[in-house]
């Protein structure tokens, strides 16, 4: 889907998630760091994460989107198989 074929609440939405995930990746303790982040701040940024989820699963299934498509390399073999029918030229009266 594309950034203008989404509604303000998806853009909203993405851009929490996104941002949220930046601050998680950027105060990530190190090698033998403690985190500066309190336990009650981790399990905050936890349930936000859940919450922007389960709103962006409500938002797909409104608009009738599968929520199980992933993403996949172009030469991956794919587990559903197209195949090709030839008319046998007899016609059914």
């Given at each position: 889907?594309?950034?203008?074929e989404?509604t ?7 851009a ?16 033998g760091?403690d ?7 981790v399990?905050?940024i936890r349930m936000?994460?859940?919450l ?15 929520r ?7 030469d ?18």
């Amino acid at each position: 889907m594309d950034e203008a074929e989404l509604t303000k609440e998806q853009q909203i939405l993405r851009a929490m998630r996104k941002t949220l995930g930046s601050i998680v990746k950027d105060t990530a303790p190190r090698d033998g760091m403690d985190s500066p982040l309190s336990s009650a701040t981790v399990e905050n940024i936890r349930m936000c994460f859940s919450l922007i989820a389960a709103r962006e699963a409500e938002l797909a299934e409104a608009l009738g989107l599968s929520r199980n498509e992933r993403p996949f390399y172009s030469d991956e073999e794919q587990d559903a198989k197209v195949l090709q029918f030839a008319p046998t030229g007899n016609k059914p009266n």
